[in-house]
Each structure stands twice: as structure tokens, then as C-alpha cells.
């Protein structure tokens, strides 16, 4: 059996925290969105300017993910996020606004993925 060297569990790790951190941020921003739909529609402002500060997190997670050297569903999956989040743009000002939220379940449910698969990562004792 191979053993992994302490960089590989470094960047699985941080690949495994970051997924979580990416999720908590799908649900914050779908919050702000409800808190702008539902309640005062002057904090849409949030709900715009919160994606910046985490959209880059899964080309992070994707290139993590190939210096970690985990599966390709991980590493691929990353990506997907980042595909999606740029979809997520083109929804929010076209016809196919409909799409939207669609889309963000799709974020939840990918992000939610890469956590429960990246777990481990953090529950290995050596």
C-alpha cells in the first residue's frame, strides 16, 4: 500500500474544508436572496455582492484537487460549481432568469456532494 506524503493530506484537507466553506456560502447567498425576495428588496445589494467573495472558491477546490490527487468525479465536480456559478451570471440578467434558482439548487446539491466525498479527508488519524 502506498503511503501519502503529509502535502497530499495537506491539500485533501484544505480541499475538504473549503468544500465546506463553498456550501455555507450557496446557503448564506440563498439567504440574502430570500431576505431580498421576501422582505425588503433593497437587499438584493447583498445578494449581488456576496458572490464575489466565493465564486473563485471552486477553481481553488478544482486545482486542489489535482495537486491532491483525488478522484476525478472530485476534481471534476469542482469545476462543474465553477461552470454553474458563471451560468448563474447569464441567468440573473436574461430571459432565462426562470433558471436561476434551479441553478442554485444544482450549486447546493454539488457542493453538498463534494463535502459528504471529502469528509474523510478530514476524519483520517495519520
Not at 446557503?27 to 458572490?51: I, N, P
Amino acid at each position: 500500500m502506498k503511503k501519502e506524503s503529509s502535502t497530499v493530506k495537506y491539500y485533501r484537507s484544505a480541499y475538504a474544508i473549503l468544500a465546506f466553506v463553498f456550501l455555507i456560502c450557496i446557503v448564506v447567498q440563498v439567504y440574502l436572496a430570500g431576505m431580498a425576495l421576501f422582505g425588503d428588496s433593497e437587499l438584493w445589494k447583498y445578494h449581488r455582492s456576496f458572490v464575489p467573495l466565493f465564486g473563485s472558491i471552486s477553481l481553488i477546490l478544482f486545482i486542489l484537487g489535482i495537486v491532491g490527487k483525488l478522484n476525478r468525479s472530485m476534481i471534476w465536480g469542482s469545476l462543474g460549481l465553477f461552470a454553474l456559478i458563471s451560468l448563474q451570471y447569464i441567468t440573473a440578467l436574461h430571459i432565462a432568469g426562470a433558471l436561476h434558482p434551479v441553478l442554485a439548487l444544482a450549486l447546493f446539491w454539488g457542493s453538498l456532494a463534494l463535502v459528504r466525498s471529502s469528509y474523510p479527508f478530514l476524519m483520517k488519524k495519520k
